[in-house]
């Protein structure tokens, strides 16, 4: 069931509506009534929950951001039998993310028959939207955020899958959990920076810890230089399909890159605003971060110094290189997970 669509039949419908609820009762298995809403005349697009009162709990605090609220009211016919949880779109501006919050929902409420597990579930939704809300821009990912995920999927296509099950490889990017590398394997850590600078290309650092070694045994650095152009190359949609279509057969994997995705901000209702923007692999190089690579750790600081944040150059980090074939023995030999 795609939500946009019911919205749009009820904004269509109510043209000659001037005030209260249009309303379109949706997943009709479940012992609850959801409802898809437009309140008139303000056009907002609400869902609600219709739930038995004994479900509720009082002291109950309902996640809220800055583009959509949880109000809790008794419609008039109800009495104090039922009780309706309405989640309304705040900010308009959020339009197309929150059809994307609502759907997900929905979506997650089909298979719950139960009044008492849909309160909990649809907390739990909200909270995760909460956190993505707090986090992200409503219109997606900067062009530098676009190109990292890009480098880092790149990563994952190139290298990680072809030489870990599938799984493995998902749970080895750890970078949109907020790890100081993006990758973590058994026998290093990889960090993925990509370049669309001209020459001569130099290499973001986060922090003192980025290239610090301790506990993750080796650290590999990528460094990705791309040709950034509009209508040439791959798109970052393109390489998300093509990561997607990798684990489509293993529905753990699907399910856990799908969650990464999120943490980093990727949403498929921005794809129109990263479709036109094509990347092309210009070089790559894979560094060995040692005790001369240039680099600023934790243990070179002051006392009172942190959150340092620093360049190096390209030209520089190449008398590091190794071969591919080094980081494949590094990445190769994975525990299980299990």
């Given at each position: 069931m795609k939500i946009e669509d019911v919205w749009n039949l009820l904004e269509h419908d109510g043209n000659n509506v001037f005030s209260g609820y249009l309303t379109r009762r949706i997943l009709p298995d479940v012992n609850y009534d959801v409802y898809l809403a437009i309140e008139k005349p303000l056009n907002n697009r609400l869902l609600m929950l219709r739930f038995n009162s004994i479900f509720f709990d009082r002291k109950t605090i309902y996640p809220t951001s800055?583009?959509?609220?949880?109000?809790?009211?008794v419609l008039p016919q109800d009495g104090e039998e039922y009780v309706t949880l309405q989640l309304v779109l705040t900010n308009v501006k959020y339009k197309d993310i929150f059809t994307t919050l609502v759907q997900d929902i929905v979506d997650c409420l089909t298979a719950v028959a139960d009044g008492q597990a849909a309160i909990s579930t649809f907390i739990t939704r909200l909270k995760r939207w909460q956190t993505f809300l707090e986090k992200h821009h409503p219109e997606g990912l900067s062009e530098i955020a676009q190109q990292g995920l890009y480098g880092e999927l790149w990563f994952l296509r190139q290298l990680v899958f072809p030489h870990l099950e599938l799984l493995?490889?998902?749970?080895?990017?750890?970078?949109?959990k907020g790890t100081q590398q993006d990758f973590q394997f058994a026998g290093c850590a990889a960090e993925v920076k990509t370049t669309s600078a001209?020459?001569?290309q130099k290499l973001a650092i986060a922090s003192e810890r980025?290239?610090?070694?301790?506990?993750?045994?080796?650290?590999?650095?990528?460094?990705l230089s791309l040709d950034v152009r509009q209508g040439q190359g791959e798109t970052l949609p393109e390489m998300v399909a093509s990561v997607r279509s990798l684990v489509s057969g293993d529905a753990i994997a699907r399910d856990e890159l799908e969650n990464l995705l999120f943490e980093i901000g990727y949403l498929d209702v921005h794809t129109t605003r990263y479709e036109n923007i094509g990347y092309t692999i210009r070089e790559y190089n894979y560094f060995k971060v040692g005790t001369d690579f240039p680099k600023i750790?934790?243990?070179?600081?002051?006392?009172?110094?942190?959150?340092?944040?620093?360049?190096?150059?390209?030209?520089?980090?190449?008398?590091f290189s190794i071969p591919e074939t080094e980081i494949i023995a590094l990445i190769g030999d994975q525990p299980s997970h299990e």
């Open positions: 800055n583009s959509f609220t949880v109000n809790r009211i493995k490889g998902v749970r080895c990017w750890t970078g949109p001209k020459q001569h980025q290239l610090d070694d301790t506990g993750a045994g080796a650290i590999v650095l990528l460094h750790i934790e243990s070179d600081l002051r006392n009172g110094v942190g959150d340092v944040r620093y360049t190096i150059s390209v030209a520089e980090c190449k008398r």
